[in-house]
């Protein structure tokens, strides 16, 4: 059984900087793409990042581009969200989500089947 499991999130103050983790498990073969998607109450989930498992390539929305980052582990079937610059405008649910086939990795949400419980990020001001 597929499995994405989010964790890292929390509270912090504009400015401050928070790190999230994706842990995917039951995949019988190697994701080709994992990525971050956020939403916010009242609005459509967005794309925020995402990272091909094979390779280095990342790809990024252009509101969170030099802010964050997305990495992986593929030792420990992970990738990774750091945000730094946090805003208030970045209070959201954060969800992970993977895909196995695929090229290349984009940050469109129908392109994911798969998606993990999400976790609460809260920016204050």
Known sequence: QVQLVESGGGAVQAGGSLRLSCAASGYRYRT???GWFRQA??????GVAAIYMGGSSTYYADSVKG???ISKDNDKNTVYLQMNSLK???TAMYYCA???????CTVQKYDY???GQGTQVTVSS
């Open 32 to 34: 080709n793409c994992m």
């Open 41 to 46: 109450p009242g609005k459509e989930r967005e």
């Open 67 to 69: 802010r964050f980052t």
């Open 88 to 90: 208030p405008e970045d």
């Open 98 to 104: 993977a895909d196995l086939w695929l090229s290349p």
């Open 113 to 115: 089947p798969d998606w």
